[in-house]
Every structure is written in C-alpha cells, then in structure tokens.
C-alpha cells in the first residue's frame, strides 16, 4: 500500500474512533467501521459480539439474582464438627462415631471459680446455686440435667472449683456453641468481690474459636475487596475501570457460593470455615488477576484496531489459552487434594477447585461483555486511542530486560543462590501444630481459664480420653488405663449420661494430667494404645480431643508427602501441554520449588523472630506449597505463553524482552492484588490463618518481583531457543529478527479463533 494511501487509511480510523468516543455506549452510533464478516467467527465473538455481548450479561445478571439468596446460607451449610476436620478413617473418629450409640456428642464446658486466698463459704453457696440454675438449662443444646460438680481442687481444697456441663454437638452445635456458653456465663457472671469466673474446657474454647469464624465471610469479603479496590486504582487510575472488575468478581463469588451451597445439601460436598474463608480469597484473588491480564491485552488491542469488538476478540483470542491454562492449573492443583487423608483438606479442593472455575468462566465471558459494553470511556481518563504509541516497548520493563540480557547467566546464578540461601530458614520451622492457647493471636477467656485451671486440678481436666471396648474385657481395659503413665490413677469410670452398654460394648473416660492438647498428652494417647490394644479380644479404640490430634497430625504427614509431589506432577504436565516443550517446564517448575523454599524460610524466621508465633500447624507446609505453586505458576504461564508468541515471529531471545516489556507492569500489578488479598486472612484473630495470609502474600511477591521477573527471565536468555525442546522452534536461530511481512502481520492482525 502507497504511504499517502496507507495515511489516509490511518486518518479515517483515527476519525472513526473519534465518533465512537462521543458515543461510546450506543451501539448504532458506535462509528466504528464493522469487522468483516470472516473476523465475526470463533468463540470470543459469541462474548463480545455487537449483539452477543447483551445476551451475556443477560444471563449473567438472571444467574446472580438467582444466585445470590442461595450464597448468603452458605454459612448455615457449612460442617465445623470433628468428623469434617479429622481424617476419615482415623482410630479418633471411630471413636466418635461409636460413641454416639452411647449418647449423643457432647462437649463439656468448665465453668471455673477461683479465688486466691480461698473459697468463701459465701462463694460456695453462689456456686451451689449456680449450678442449681445450670440444671433447668436446656436451651442452645445445653444438657442441663446432666451437670456435674461442683468439684473442688484437691491440690488446694479451698482455692478453686469447676463445674461441668455438657453441650450436644448435633449438625447445629458449632452455630450454638457460643450462645449456650454465653447462657452459662450469664448464670455465672464474670465474677465479683474477688471471685474469679472463668469459661473454659472444650466447650469454653469451642465458643472462642466459633466466635474467631463468626461472620469469616464478611470479613474476607470486604477486607479482600478493600485491597483490590486500592490497587485497582493504582494498577489502572481509574476510578470507573475498577468497577468493571469488581462487579465481575464479586458474580463470581456469589455464584460459586451458591454452587458449593448446593452441592453441600444435595450432594454430601463438606464446606467448614476454613474452606469457606479460603474460597473468598481465592476468587477474589484469582478472579481479580485474570482481569488484569485480560485488559492488558485488550488495551494493546485497542491501539491497533478501531473496533472495541474486534479489539476484544483478539484480546480472548491472544490471551485467553493462557488464562484457560492458568486456571486450568489452579483448578487441577486443587483437586489433587481429594486424595488427602485429612477430611478438611480432601474438602477444600473441590471447594476451591468450583471457585476458581466459576471465577475464570467470569473473566472470560461477563468481564469482557461488560468492558465492551461500556467503551473506551471507562479507561478515562488515560483512555487508549487507536494508532497511538505502546508503552511497553520504551517502558520500565523494557529497561530491566536489556539489563539482564547482557550478563543473563551472572544475574540467575545469584538470584538463584539468594534464594537458596533463604531457604535456609526452613530450618526454623516448626510445623508441629498449635496448642489452643497458642492458635489465637490474642488471649481469650477460655485460654487464660484453662492456665488458672492447669494450677488447682489435673491439666487434662474436662478434656478426657474417650475408650470403647468390648464390655467383657471392660475391667482389664480399665486397668490397663490406670497402669499407664500420664493418665490419673482415680479417673477412670463410665462417660456419665451414657448408656451402660451397647451391643457389647462400653464407653470410658479417663483424665490426663497432662494439658489435653500437649505434646506430653498425645505421647499419653500412644502409650493408652499400646496398652489397650494388646488385651485380647477388647478391640478397644482410644478417641478425644488429644487422640483427634495426634491422628490429624499422622495424617497430614501423609497429605505432606503424597499431595507436593502430586500437585508439582500436574503442573508440569499442564506447562508442557500448553509450551509444547519439555525443558521450559523443567526450568519453570524449578524456579517455583526455589521460590516456595525462599518464602518458607523467611516466614519462618518472621513467625519466630518477628511476630513470635509458637510454631506453625502441621498442615501450613501443604497448603503454602499448593497456593503458592498453583497461583504462583499463574504468572510464569502468563510470561512463558507470551514469549513463545514473541518467539514464533521473532526468536527467542527477542521475545524474551518483548514478553516480559508487555507483560511485566500487568504480572506486577496482579501480583500485588493476589498478594493483598491473601494477607487479607490476617484480619482473622487466628494464628494459622495469620501465618498462611503471610507466607502464601509473601511467596506471590518473591514470585512476581524476582522469579519471574529476574530468575525465568535470565534463565530464557541463557538458553536461548533450547527451552523449547522438543519443539522444532527449539532450532530456530535465536537472534534472527522478523521479517517485513511479520512486522505488517503484527501491526494489522487479523482476528481468527
């Protein structure tokens, strides 16, 4: 084409734009020139089509009005009893199930009354009444008839004394915990004159943790929404673009909401709290980074082509493969935890999985519709116009990359060895598990209750063991109980307001002396099983508090060992699917493993030397390796799609620097929100969600700032076009630049799907 011809073409598009600008939302007055008929073919026009686009709001807007009064009783599905969290087949949760032959669950509250110095005979009568008034208590599953005590402290009769009233623990029990404690501290009171009241035991400290997860939605939901509203306004300076993402994301949650409601009533999927509150985050986290990518896109689009429409079907065309093969990863990653042991963690990842597929069918379909709808008006005020300059190539990014290319295989070397070097703080980890006193990060009632309890009676007070057995071999199974070391000699007996016996079996409880949720304690439940499973014909089985810990803790073991290695395997056979290559996925899974290292190490330095937490819950490991490596592959896929793009038209080294210049402002700004929204969890008061927030924030930010950016990058660009092996593009001559014809393809490209 002539140059005078070729300006003309240009003017008349800068013109027809123009018209658009003034009237961006009327369809008929667009005046913008139609696509040809051949470009209207493919998927992404059935998102983005001049007519399409309504057709999918339309029923985007009927599936959330449907939608959203099903998402909001979500909380009232969800399982937080010991069955949900403990391993299915575990020796504890037999126990559990056999003992609701006996009577229904139960959780016993300790009411304490100290007070130094002595009991009063005033304060012995006050608690002989309150426990008058304990017994006509039958409301919120308070078993009232069934209160025992009061029991006075043997190591100083006159200083202390606690009751024990028991609370069901039926489907409903988690959502009342906290109102029958609170029943019974209205009977009590919080003590006066110098007696001190205190609220403890299982059902003390059941209440405080109910009451840390009362309304865990909301807050995630709006502390999650806060950080993507912030760095919306950061990544994109508009103040009516982030509307466009954040109404998307926020269908999302209440539809992915409302599936898992459903699923949970009809078809026996588990959701608990901690399920519920990661799935907030990971939509909004997932959701928000999949928006970004996607308008990066279409705002290079939208320089080349006067059509939005148009502009946008390249852009799903162009970056949807890797947006599907991101969240294809994540989706996969999650699943993979079907096959843990632990029934809270199997439960996460179809919870998860449901939420991040909902998120990415939001981001493709009723994201793009509404941005088209809209215009190039919802970009004010740095509208992009087309024909105008792409930043990318003189921008900041730009600048790194030739950086790092001219010393690539120096600048991975030491990277590489940083991180190593950080991993070294693994070495303060310890993921051994919280007691409860250490799972909150602040102190409540029933923590400090059980410390002024652990000095006036036996630690493992109104925690018991709970022991099946056969009733013919019941005595020799007692003995053997009180024969063991940390068990209290005289506290062996039947569970009161229990059946006596049960198809030939008998329900005990025996206290330790040892804190119920103590390491000496789960060293008590090893050696009650030892001691009980060699009497013959007992078949007895030792369940409770202390042995659900201990059983939780071999499982997660197991989930440690079985689900890393799984969850790496999927990603690398997702990565070579979608790069065709076998050395990129080899290079790519092992800069994530170096980055979760990294992160690891320096969480657990911070956990211990700045934020002096007691250690880390057996399970953190798994879960920071399968968000991080899940979420973080995110923006290696995003980066690695983009080069061989680059690669295919220009070679690879080339399209190393070109890939990360367009990409790399975009990765940054999703890196942050993912970031942001994942620290969100430590606006809970609870020590595991606050150290998960941490690391898996801490993780994206290594991942986005320094693998991604400074590790692949230079990784690439030392080994040139062999990171696509077995891929014929891996003999491509890495320095050879493209051709005119290339250059005019990629200044004009044709949509085509």
Same mark, same amino acid.
């Given at each position: 084409?002539?140059?005078?011809?070729?300006?003309?073409?240009?003017?008349?598009?800068?013109?027809?734009?123009?018209?658009?600008?003034?009237?961006?939302?009327?369809?008929?007055?667009?005046?913008?020139?139609?696509?040809?008929?051949?470009?209207?073919?493919?998927?992404?026009?059935?998102?983005?089509?001049?007519?399409?686009?309504?057709?999918?709001?339309?029923?985007?807007?009927?599936?959330?009005?449907?939608?959203?009064?099903?998402?909001?009783?979500?909380?009232?599905?969800?399982? /937080?009893?010991?069955?949900?969290?403990?391993?299915?087949?575990?020796?504890?949760?037999?126990?559990?199930?056999?003992?609701?032959?006996?009577?229904?669950?139960?959780?016993?509250?300790?009411?304490?009354?100290?007070?130094?110095?002595?009991?009063?005979?005033?304060?012995?009568?006050?608690?002989?009444?309150?426990?008058?008034?304990?017994?006509?208590?039958?409301?919120?599953?308070?078993?009232?008839?069934?209160?025992?005590?009061?029991?006075?402290?043997?190591?100083?009769?006159?200083?202390?004394?606690?009751?024990?009233?028991?609370?069901?623990?039926?489907?409903?029990?988690?959502?009342?915990?906290?109102?029958?404690?609170?029943?019974?501290?209205?009977?009590?009171?919080?003590?006066?004159?110098?007696?001190?009241?205190?609220?403890?035991?299982?059902?003390?400290?059941?209440?405080?943790?109910?009451?840390? @997860?009362?309304?865990?939605?909301?807050?995630?939901? @709006?502390?999650?929404?806060?950080?993507?509203?912030?760095?919306?306004?950061?990544?994109?300076?508009?103040?009516?673009?982030? #509307?466009?993402?954040?109404?998307?994301?926020?269908?999302?949650?209440?539809?992915?909401?409302?599936?898992?409601?459903?699923?949970? %009533?009809?078809?026996?999927?588990?959701? /608990?709290?901690?399920?519920?509150?990661?799935?907030?985050?990971?939509?909004?986290?997932?959701?928000?980074?999949?928006? #970004?990518?996607?308008?990066?896109?279409?705002? %290079?689009?939208?320089?080349?082509?006067?059509?939005?429409?148009?502009?946008?079907?390249?852009?799903?065309?162009?970056?949807?493969?890797?947006?599907?093969?991101?969240?294809?990863?994540?989706?996969?990653?999650?699943?993979?935890?079907?096959?843990?042991?632990? /029934?809270?963690?199997?439960?996460?990842?179809?919870?998860?999985?449901?939420?991040?597929?909902?998120?990415?069918?939001?981001? #493709?379909?009723?994201?793009?519709?509404?941005?088209?709808? @809209?215009?190039?008006?919802?970009?004010?005020?740095?509208?992009?116009?087309?024909?105008?300059?792409?930043?990318?190539?003189?921008?900041?990014?730009?600048?790194?990359?030739?950086?790092?290319?001219?010393?690539?295989?120096?600048?991975?070397?030491?990277?590489?060895?940083?991180?190593?070097?950080?991993?070294?703080?693994?070495?303060?980890?310890?993921?051994?598990?919280?007691?409860?006193?250490?799972? @909150?990060?602040?102190?409540?009632?029933?923590?400090?209750?059980?410390?002024?309890?652990?000095?006036?009676?036996?630690?493992?007070?109104?925690?018991?063991?709970?022991?099946?057995?056969?009733?013919?071999?019941?005595?020799?199974?007692?003995?053997?109980?009180?024969?063991?070391?940390?068990?209290?000699?005289?506290?062996?007996?039947?569970?009161?307001?229990?059946?006596?016996?049960?198809?030939?079996?008998?329900?005990?409880?025996?206290?330790?002396?040892?804190?119920?949720?103590?390491?000496?304690?789960?060293?008590?439940?090893?050696?009650?099983?030892?001691?009980?499973?060699?009497?013959?014909?007992?078949?007895?089985?030792?369940?409770? /508090?202390?042995?659900?810990?201990?059983?939780?803790?071999?499982?997660?073991?197991?989930?440690?060992?079985?689900?890393?290695?799984?969850?790496?395997?999927?990603?690398?056979?997702?990565?070579?699917?979608?790069?065709?290559?076998?050395?990129?996925?080899?290079?790519?899974?092992?800069?994530?493993? #170096?980055?979760?290292?990294?992160?690891?190490?320096?969480?657990?330095?911070?956990?211990?030397?700045?934020?002096?937490?007691?250690?880390?819950?057996?399970?953190?490991?798994?879960?920071?390796?399968?968000?991080?490596?899940?979420?973080?592959?995110?923006?290696?896929?995003?980066?690695?799609?983009?080069?061989?793009?680059?690669?295919?038209?220009?070679?690879?080294?080339?399209?190393?620097?070109?890939?990360?210049?367009?990409?790399?402002?975009?990765?940054?700004?999703?890196?942050?929100?993912?970031?942001?929204?994942?620290?969100?969890?430590?606006?809970?008061?609870?020590?595991?969600?606050?150290?998960?927030?941490?690391?898996?924030?801490?993780?994206?930010?290594?991942?986005?700032?320094?693998?991604?950016?400074?590790?692949?990058?230079?990784?690439?660009?030392?080994?040139?076009?062999?990171?696509?092996?077995?891929?014929?593009?891996?003999?491509?001559?890495?320095?050879?630049?493209?051709?005119?014809?290339?250059?005019?393809?990629?200044?004009?490209?044709?949509?085509?799907?």
């Amino acid at each position: 084409m002539p140059d005078a011809q070729r300006d003309a073409s240009k003017d008349a598009s800068k013109a027809a734009n123009t018209d658009s600008e003034r009237d961006p939302g009327t369809a008929g007055s667009t005046g913008e020139a139609p696509p040809a008929a051949g470009q209207r073919r493919g998927v992404a026009w059935l998102v983005c089509g001049r007519r399409s686009k309504w057709v999918v709001l339309v029923l985007w807007l009927v599936a959330i009005v449907l939608m959203s009064p099903l998402a909001q009783k979500l909380t009232d599905a969800q399982d /937080n009893d010991n069955a949900s969290w403990l391993p299915g087949d575990a020796e504890s949760t037999q126990v559990l199930e056999l003992a609701e032959d006996f009577r229904p669950e139960q959780l016993p509250a300790v009411v304490l009354y100290v007070r130094d110095g002595g009991l009063t005979e005033a304060d012995k009568a006050k608690i002989a009444e309150d426990v008058a008034a304990f017994k006509k208590l039958t409301d919120h599953g308070i078993r009232g008839t069934e209160t025992q005590g009061p029991f006075e402290s043997e190591k100083d009769p006159a200083a202390a004394a606690q009751v024990f009233v028991p609370i069901t623990m039926d489907e409903k029990g988690w959502e009342r915990i906290a109102p029958a404690v609170d029943s019974l501290r209205e009977v009590a009171g919080d003590g006066s004159g110098g007696l001190k009241v205190y609220m403890t035991g299982p059902g003390g400290t059941s209440a405080d943790f109910s009451e840390a @997860f009362e309304g865990i939605d909301s807050t995630l939901l @709006f502390a999650a929404m806060g950080v993507v509203i912030v760095m919306l306004l950061i990544t994109y300076r508009s103040p009516s673009l982030l #509307l466009v993402p954040l109404l998307s994301v926020v269908g999302a949650l209440f539809t992915a909401q409302a599936i898992i409601y459903l699923l949970a %009533e009809n078809a026996g999927l588990t959701v /608990n709290g901690q399920s519920a509150g990661i799935l907030t985050v990971l939509v909004f986290g997932a959701g928000t980074d999949y928006a #970004l990518l996607l308008v990066a896109r279409y705002r %290079e689009e939208l320089h080349r082509h006067a059509d939005r429409h148009e502009a946008m079907a390249l852009a799903l065309h162009r970056a949807g493969p890797a947006v599907l093969a991101s969240g294809a990863t994540v989706m996969l990653g999650m699943l993979v935890l079907l096959f843990a042991e632990m /029934n809270s963690t199997s439960g996460l990842g179809p919870v998860a999985a449901i939420g991040v597929a909902v998120a990415l069918l939001a981001m #493709l379909t009723l994201f793009p519709a509404l941005l088209v709808i @809209f215009g190039r008006w919802i970009f004010w005020p740095v509208i992009p116009h087309y024909d105008t300059a792409e930043p990318t190539e003189t921008g900041l990014w730009a600048r790194i990359g030739r950086r790092i290319a001219i010393r690539p295989r120096a600048i991975w070397a030491a990277t590489a060895i940083v991180l190593a070097a950080l991993s070294l703080g693994l070495m303060q980890l310890r993921a051994e598990g919280l007691s409860n006193a250490d799972a @909150f990060t602040d102190t409540p009632d029933s923590i400090v209750g059980q410390q002024v309890l652990e000095e006036h009676f036996a630690a493992g007070s109104g925690d018991p063991l709970y022991i099946v057995a056969s009733a013919a071999q019941g005595e020799a199974v007692g003995r053997a109980i009180a024969d063991t070391d940390g068990v209290v000699d005289q506290s062996i007996r039947p569970v009161a307001g229990a059946k006596a016996e049960h198809d030939g079996r008998i329900l005990l409880e025996a206290t330790m002396d040892s804190p119920s949720d103590s390491a000496e304690a789960k060293d008590t439940v090893e050696r009650v099983r030892d001691a009980v499973h060699a009497i013959p014909d007992a078949d007895a089985k030792v369940g409770g /508090n202390t042995a659900a810990l201990l059983d939780m803790d071999e499982a997660t073991t197991h989930d440690n060992v079985l689900i890393i290695p799984l969850v790496l395997l999927v990603v690398f056979l997702v990565l070579i699917v979608l790069l065709r290559a076998l050395i990129a996925p080899l290079l790519l899974i092992a800069t994530v493993v #170096l980055s979760f290292a990294a992160a690891l190490g320096i969480s657990a330095l911070a956990f211990r030397y700045l934020f002096d937490y007691a250690g880390e819950t057996t399970d953190f490991p798994l879960f920071v390796f399968v968000f991080l490596v899940a979420l973080g592959i995110d923006y290696n896929i995003f980066l690695t799609t983009r080069i061989r793009e680059e690669a295919l038209r220009k070679g690879t080294r080339p399209g190393v620097l070109t890939g990360l210049s367009a990409t790399g402002a975009v990765i940054t700004s999703a890196g942050l929100v993912l970031a942001g929204t994942f620290a969100a969890l430590a606006t809970l008061p609870m020590v595991a969600f606050a150290e998960i927030g941490f690391a898996v924030a801490l993780g994206v930010l290594l991942d986005t700032f320094v693998v991604r950016s400074v590790l692949v990058t230079s990784l690439f660009l030392d080994v040139g076009g062999k990171v696509w092996w077995p891929h014929p593009l891996a003999k491509e001559d890495p320095g050879r630049v493209p051709s005119p014809r290339a250059e005019s393809a990629s200044a004009e490209p044709a949509v085509r799907d």
